[in-house]
């Protein structure tokens, strides 16, 4: 199976999720997380073991952001990478195991990962202390 960064490499540009309204801004938007997508200094992974692991043995459905029991960081080594991994078979859950069977859920799916110190990001209601931003988008195929 291709991977998913090379087929979002060669598309002409991003495409608009059925979810956005904004279609100027998206455009504006797209271009810039392209721009990153298409960069040799582009850190790539492939987490599909990470992933396999993940799916089949971790029970858990709950998590929270703010445990350290739960997630030590959150905080990525490089400022801009991508991960990506083929869709499970399977879901194990606290409510035990879900077969994902259907065709819509054969895939891949991937995440770009862009972190920057916070001084270098300008926004609203970010809280005080607050050292740096991460932010994720996720694509599917």
């Known amino acids: 199976m291709p991977r998913l960064i090379d087929q979002i490499r060669g598309a002409p540009a991003l495409d608009i999720p059925?979810?956005?309204?904004q279609y100027a801004e998206w455009r504006k938007y797209g271009a810039r997380l392209l721009a990153y997508l298409m960069?040799?200094?582009?850190?790539i992974a492939s987490i599909d073991g990470v992933a396999t692991d993940y799916f089949s043995k971790v029970k858990r459905?709950?998590?929270?952001?703010?445990?350290?029991?739960h997630f030590p960081t959150l905080l990525p080594p490089r400022p801009?990478?991508?991960f990506e991994y083929v869709f499970p078979r399977s879901i194990v859950n606290e409510n035990g195991r879900v077969e994902l069977t259907d065709p819509?859920?054969?895939g891949?799916?991937?995440t770009l990962v862009?972190?920057?110190?916070?001084?270098?990001?300008?926004?609203e209601g970010?809280?005080?202390?607050?050292?740096?931003?991460?932010?994720?988008?996720s694509f599917f195929q």
Do not use: C
């Open 104 to 106: 819509r859920y054969q």
């Open 39 to 43: 960069s040799d200094d582009l850190f």
């Open 126 to 137: 970010i809280p005080e202390g607050t050292a740096w931003i991460v932010v994720m988008d």
């Open 61 to 69: 459905d709950k998590w929270d952001l703010g445990n350290p029991e």
């Open 108 to 110: 891949r799916a991937g």
């Open 18 to 21: 059925n979810v956005v309204r």
């Open 114 to 123: 862009i972190r920057a110190p916070r001084k270098d990001v300008v926004g």
């Open 80 to 82: 801009v990478m991508w």
